[in-house]
């Protein structure tokens, strides 16, 4: 069976060394990856899914919040990735968002950003690095917790901005001790999940590879008409 094609967003900048830890956790799961960027070519219609992946923070222009002095920005990919994850949804391509990705499958989808997330939540601890330290709690009753068990994880945390109001057709699906929103994810087709820390880099954790599993499952799935969170269900830890 061909494996089923993933558009992948990254940064201009870093893209050359995430692309392929990206890429490779595409492939332990199934898939084929294609790198998207600002200024590349990129069309959801020649694609089976679809991964934005992580990098600047969004711009507060896209959901009416004001400018922190500390935000970087890079505007022709919020712009870029605002339009394929509208395009996907309309289309019915499956989606995962990495850490700022997760937090564009929410802007695209009308909902808003925190953008000083620690200084809202407070008990939430802190941690620059991509080795898993952070601890998240997966919700009850949620696609997530169908993918990676109940058990609390260990992940890694390098964002600073976070999911405030939830877009449209999302839930919460984990929050870290503190209560900040860590994961998000749509309740019906076509499957979309967004999960705040960066799984790419935990290929090693079967949890989190369960992850691209349930991309490349829903993915396969659209090919052939199926129903892409009843498959992404079956992709299991």
Same mark, same amino acid.
């Given at each position: 069976?061909?494996?089923?094609?993933?558009?992948?967003?990254?940064?201009?900048?870093?893209?050359?060394?995430?692309?392929?830890?990206?890429?490779?956790?595409?492939?332990?799961?199934?898939?084929?990856?294609?790198?998207?960027?600002?200024?590349?070519?990129?069309?959801?219609?020649?694609?089976?899914?679809?991964?934005?992946?992580?990098?600047?923070?969004?711009?507060?222009?896209?959901?009416?919040?004001?400018?922190?002095?500390?935000?970087?920005?890079?505007?022709?990919?919020?712009?870029?990735?605002?339009?394929?994850?509208?395009?996907?949804? !309309?289309?019915?391509?499956?989606?995962?968002?990495?850490?700022?990705?997760?937090?564009?499958?929410?802007? !695209? &989808?009308?909902?808003?950003?925190?953008?000083?997330?620690?200084?809202?939540?407070?008990?939430?601890?802190?941690?620059?690095?991509?080795?898993?330290?952070?601890?998240?709690?997966?919700?009850?009753?949620?696609?997530?917790?169908?993918?990676?068990?109940?058990?609390?994880?260990?992940?890694?945390?390098?964002?600073?901005?976070?999911?405030?109001?939830?877009?449209?057709?999302?839930?919460?699906?984990?929050?870290?001790?503190?209560?900040?929103?860590?994961?998000?994810?749509?309740?019906?087709?076509?499957?979309?999940?967004?999960?705040?820390?960066?799984?790419?880099?935990?290929?090693? !954790?079967?949890?989190?590879?369960? &992850?691209?599993?349930?991309?490349?499952?829903?993915?396969? !799935?659209?090919?052939?008409?199926?129903?892409?969170?009843?498959?992404?269900?079956?992709?299991?830890?």
């Amino acid at each position: 069976m061909t494996r089923p094609l993933i558009g992948v967003t990254t940064s201009n900048r870093s893209g050359w060394r995430i692309f392929p830890l990206v890429a490779l956790n595409i492939w332990l799961a199934g898939g084929r990856a294609q790198r998207w960027g600002a200024g590349r070519p990129s069309d959801v219609g020649g694609i089976d899914g679809l991964v934005i992946g992580g990098g600047d923070d969004i711009s507060p222009d896209l959901y009416g919040g004001e400018l922190v002095a500390s935000a970087r920005l890079d505007p022709a990919r919020d712009a870029l990735e605002r339009r394929l994850v509208t395009e996907a949804q !309309a289309q019915g391509k499956p989606v995962l968002g990495i850490c700022r990705g997760a937090q564009m499958i929410n802007v !695209a &989808l009308g909902g808003t950003l925190d953008q000083d997330a620690y200084a809202t939540h407070e008990d939430s601890r802190r941690y620059r690095t991509i080795l898993p330290r952070k601890t998240v709690r997966v919700l009850s009753h949620t696609r997530l917790l169908a993918l990676t068990g109940p058990e609390e994880m260990k992940v890694n945390a390098l964002h600073s901005q976070a999911v405030r109001e939830l877009g449209s057709g999302l839930r919460v699906a984990a929050r870290d001790t503190g209560g900040m929103i860590q994961a998000i994810e749509r309740t019906r087709d076509p499957f979309a999940l967004g999960v705040q820390w960066h799984p790419e880099h935990l290929f090693y !954790a079967r949890r989190q590879r369960a &992850l691209f599993r349930a991309l490349v499952a829903a993915a396969a !799935a659209g090919l052939r008409s199926g129903n892409q969170v009843e498959a992404a269900g079956k992709a299991t830890a």
